[in-house]
């Protein structure tokens, strides 16, 4: 089955699923659920990010994100990926995030798959809505060193009502080319969290850039090639040897 990413209805507001209102009795259970119920995988998220990412195969395909981070360790990150910061929001897909000492020891074709984190953080796309830069500058200084694995498995900006095909990667924003976000979605993010960008940039000057950019990684500066997964049909295994 070959994978579709062409739009398939217009943007809606508000949260357009398909299926039923919750019921008042669901609710009550779920209520009941979140008293008795441990969340602790949940509970360990310690960051909110807002920032910008563009779809690999189509990288006019721009979307605001929101990346709800767990910190695993010092050098390894995991978010969930949700496309506002409202309560209806839409879980669109999660993002790994590792130091450049770990992207290192990747292999080069898996590290096609990840973008870098430089641009964005310097550039003042990458902020963490309500928090002073003052207080976020140690973590900011660290992210501009990582890299980050993004897979949107929810396409909102096309009126998807359901997680509708095969996940897409996702790229960071950059300086130039098709990489530059769309000033009318930053203005729109500015706007929300009254913020400007372009001061952020000048209190993250003093941000070192990183000695090393690892060129496999954003492949598609180098290469003007992306990716993207198409779903094919094959037999299924009845044994696996491993070795």
Not at 128 to 139: K, L, Q
Not at 168 to 188: A, C, N, R, T, Y
């Amino acid at each position: 089955m070959s994978s579709t990413n062409e739009p398939t209805g217009a943007q809606k507001n508000g949260v357009p699923m398909t299926g039923k209102p919750t019921s008042v009795g669901q609710q009550v259970l779920d209520k009941g659920a979140q008293m008795l119920q441990s969340f602790k995988p949940i509970n360990q998220t310690s960051q909110h990010a807002c920032t910008f990412a563009l779809y690999s195969q189509d990288m006019t395909r721009q979307i605001e994100t929101h990346h709800f981070v767990t910190r695993v360790n010092q050098d390894f990150l995991q978010a969930a990926v949700y496309d506002s910061d409202d309560s209806n929001a839409r879980l669109i897909g999660v993002e790994y995030i590792v130091s450049d000492a770990i992207f290192e020891t990747l292999p080069p074709e898996e590290q096609k798959f990840w973008h870098s984190h430089a641009y964005e953080i310097k550039s003042g796309l990458w902020i963490h809505p309500r928090m002073p830069e003052m207080i976020v500058m140690p973590e900011l200084k660290n992210l501009a060193k990582t890299y980050g694995k993004f897979w949107c498995t929810w396409q909102t900006d096309r009126g998807d009502k359901l997680p509708i095909g095969p996940p897409s990667l996702m790229m960071s924003p950059q300086s130039e080319g098709v990489g530059v976000v769309k000033p009318e979605l930053v203005k729109k993010r500015d706007d929300n969290y009254k913020l400007s960008k372009d001061d952020l940039m000048k209190s993250r000057v003093e941000i070192a850039e990183p000695e090393w950019i690892n060129p496999t990684a954003d492949y598609w500066r180098q290469h003007k090639k992306c990716f993207e997964v198409d779903i094919e049909s094959t037999e299924i295994k009845t044994h696996t040897d491993y070795k």
